[in-house]
């Protein structure tokens, strides 16, 4: 049981972490809840099909399907948190200092939420169809189903509360620094997304690793333990990444801090916006 | 115009094929009973290398590792290839991660 009970709650908590940083980066916006549930919803299912198709999906592209499936999902992740980021660079100031209005402004907030719901989406679907892959073996292999369920089941409490216990402390982040700090963490998260894709590329030996590993830093932090795991959900920590999945980080972090400087509206077009209270 | 967008296609696709030109050399590893035979694989150093991975459990695995920065399932009776390397000589672990109590092996590099 205790074996299961860390097996899910390992995926639950890639996953958890994901959703807890999207909750964190949409505070204030309303019906936020509503469209990251349907994520998870949306999810749960779609890692149901991924776990069921398995099979075809593993044959697939001379054996590579898998490989290409996962980037695919995590670059998909990736270019969604890319479009939110750049977005709320262009509109959250302004979001921002109208934030007593926010609820009369549903629909200026309706396409980053699309996006931010189809990341807690790929997150769920990702992890979760592992966990069901790995339920289904346990069933089909006739092991004990009662360690199952209550191993499952604590499994996901705790990642789910790994999650919440997360959301609590980034909401803690004074509120002049707030949404700096969430898109910070989304553009990191990107990066760390955008590196594992690299990694399964590399897996499926379509891309050159330029180096395997660049650096070994497992000395410091091994991707096994739960700080290792943490951080590799969070912002992509990897103890043995290859030069190609740095490259890939690298050049996220540049793209999307850049394009949201490029996209921010200039000061002086701040100052000309006039105030509620005139 | 064209003609430079064909030695572009040309160019992308010699890239690509250099990438995998040759097949690499085959090594089999199957999962029975949770566990990989062998535990401990002798590949060869500094070449790239194909791994079979055969289940022969009905159950699925995935095989994991961080040191080959590897990590693929393998559904139930199923087989699986696994690019590796070219690896530097030493040992390198991996794992099923669904059943990591005893699924538990090594590739040696050398």
Redesign the interface.
């Known amino acids: 049981m205790l ?1 299961i009970w860390i ?1 899910v709650f390992r995926e639950v908590l890639e996953a958890a972490m994901i959703v807890s940083i999207v909750a964190a980066a949409t505070r204030g916006v309303a019906g936020r809840w509503r469209w990251i549930g349907s994520g998870i919803l949306i999810g749960c299912a779609g890692a149901g099909l991924v776990a069921a198709g ?2 075809g999906i ?1 044959g697939a592209l ?3 399907g ?2 290409w499936f996962n980037a695919g999902v995590l670059l998909a992740a990736t270019a969604m948190i890319g479009w939110h980021v750049v977005w709320m660079a262009r509109h959250g100031r302004q979001l921002a200092s109208e934030a007593g209005r926010f609820g009369a402004d549903v629909s200026a907030g309706r396409r980053p939420l699309t996006a931010l719901m189809v990341v807690v989406a790929l997150a769920v679907l990702r992890e979760g169809s ?1 966990v069901v ?2 339920a ?3 069933l ?2 006739g092991s004990a189903s009662d360690g199952l369920v209550t191993g499952g089941a604590l499994g996901l409490l705790s990642g789910v509360a790994a999650g919440v216990a997360m959301y609590a402390g980034l909401l803690r982040i004074p509120m002049r620094h707030f949404f700096r700090a969430t898109n910070g963490l989304l553009i990191l998260l990107a990066a760390g997304l955008a590196a594992a894709a690299a ?1 399964f590329l ?7 690793t330029f180096a ?2 660049l650096w070994d830093s ?1 000395w410091l932090l ?3 333990a739960w700080l290792g795991r943490a951080l590799h959900a969070l912002v992509g920590y ?5 030069g190609m999945q740095v490259l890939f980080y690298l050049s996220i972090v540049v793209l999307l801090s850049g394009g949201a400087r490029l996209a921010a509206p200039r000061r002086d077009a701040i100052a000309a916006v006039p105030t509620p209270s005139t | 115009m064209s003609k430079s967008v064909a030695l572009f296609a040309l160019l992308v696709m010699s890239a ?1 094929s250099s ?2 030109a040759t097949e690499p050399p085959e090594f089999r590893l199957v999962i029975r009973d949770h566990r990989f035979v062998p535990a401990e694989l002798k590949v060869p150093a500094n070449t790239k290398i194909k791994l079979v991975v055969v289940n022969q ?6 095989f994991e590792s ?2 080959l ?8 009776r ?1 087989t ?4 590796v390397g070219p690896l530097k000589p030493g040992r390198y672990p991996f794992f099923g ?2 059943h ?2 005893t699924a538990q092996g090594a590739l040696i590099a050398q």
């Open positions: 074996a097996l398995a099979e593993a001379s054996g590579m898998q490989e592992e892959l790995f289904y073996g346990m089909a292999g990694g590399n897996q499926a030996d379509v891309l050159p395997d590993p497992s091994t991707d096994d990897s103890a043995q990444p290859t | 690509a990438v995998s459990d009905a159950t699925p695995e995935e961080h040191e920065n590897r990590e693929k399932v393998v559904t139930g199923g699986i290839p696994v690019y991660e669904f990591a109590e």
